[in-house]
């Protein structure tokens, strides 16, 4: 069985986690442990490479162009952001079998917590029912967002789930680049949601999925 290094970074600055996130996948070879690191940010906006318009703070929340994929979005407190840093040729893993291990690890946290999350074609994440919205979004509200980089056939940046985070942020701008997509918190649907709990129910939900993947 092949190791899985899981560190908590805590609250860390996303400038300074990405940075340290180009430094080991520069760095890795073909020794290097797989991590993956969970943290929490301080607020901020960050723009994937498929929008690449804005560095001018949106109402006094700074926003940083990003090199992974995916549009924009907030982080803040009381989101559990994970980052996957592994190499994807040394676990036989296409970049949307990662997604895959991604999506079901965050799905089974949040059945955990008594919730079914539900994904949508050509939408990245992960959504719950919540009735209204509209278009490809009726009924449904997004509770993780998913954005990869794969350099080197090593992958980093990660997923961002919002547990009990200031949701307010996220009306200044077109979450993902979806107009009108509501956001929703996993403590609005299930009360005894925490971050210290959820992040408990994480690092459980990553053994297993990874070790599935890679044993």
């Given at each position: 069985?092949?190791?899985?290094?899981?560190?908590?970074?805590?609250?860390?600055?996303?400038?300074?986690?990405?940075?340290?996130?180009?430094?080991?996948?520069?760095?890795?070879?073909?020794?290097?442990?797989?991590?993956?690191?969970?943290?929490?940010?301080?607020?901020?906006?960050?723009?994937?490479?498929?929008?690449?318009?804005?560095?001018?703070?949106?109402?006094?929340?700074?926003?940083?162009?990003?090199?992974?994929?995916?549009?924009i979005?907030?982080?803040g407190?009381?989101?559990?952001?994970?980052?996957?840093?592994?190499?994807?040729?040394?676990?036989?893993?296409?970049p949307?079998?990662?997604?895959?291990?991604?999506n079901?690890t965050?799905?089974?946290?949040?059945?955990?917590?008594?919730?079914?999350?539900?994904?949508?074609?050509?939408?990245?994440?992960?959504?719950v029912?919540k009735?209204?919205?509209?278009?490809?979004?009726?009924?449904?509200?997004?509770?993780?967002?998913?954005?990869?980089?794969?350099?080197?056939?090593?992958?980093?940046?990660?997923?961002?789930?919002?547990?009990?985070?200031?949701?307010?942020?996220?009306?200044?701008?077109?979450?993902?680049?979806?107009?009108?997509?509501?956001?929703?918190?996993?403590?609005?649907?299930?009360?005894?949601?925490?971050?210290?709990?959820?992040?408990?129910?994480?690092?459980?939900?990553?053994?297993?999925?990874?070790?599935?993947?890679?044993?």
């Open positions: 069985l092949k190791k899985l290094i899981i560190r908590d970074l805590g609250k860390v600055d996303y400038l300074t986690a990405w940075q340290e996130m180009i430094d080991f996948t520069k760095k890795r070879d073909q020794t290097t442990e797989d991590e993956f690191w969970i943290c929490e940010h301080l607020p901020v906006f960050t723009l994937g490479t498929s929008l690449k318009n804005s560095i001018l703070p949106i109402r006094g929340i700074r926003c940083i162009n990003t090199d992974r994929g995916g549009k979005t907030y982080h407190p009381g989101q559990l952001v994970g980052y996957p840093l592994m190499d994807l040729r040394k676990n036989n893993l296409y949307k079998e990662l997604l895959d291990l991604i079901r965050v799905l089974s946290v949040m059945r955990e917590f008594g919730i079914e999350g539900l994904l949508v074609p050509e939408a990245p994440g992960i959504y029912s009735p209204g919205g509209a278009n490809q979004f009726f009924n449904l509200a997004k509770i993780c967002s998913i954005g990869l980089k794969i350099s080197n056939h090593s992958s980093y940046h990660g997923f961002a789930l919002n547990v009990s985070a200031d949701l307010e942020p996220f009306s200044y701008i077109n979450p993902c680049g979806y107009e009108g997509l509501r956001i929703v918190n996993l403590n609005e649907i299930a009360q005894n949601a925490t971050l210290e709990s959820a992040k408990i129910v994480l690092v459980e939900k990553i053994k297993e999925q990874f070790r599935e993947k890679r044993s």
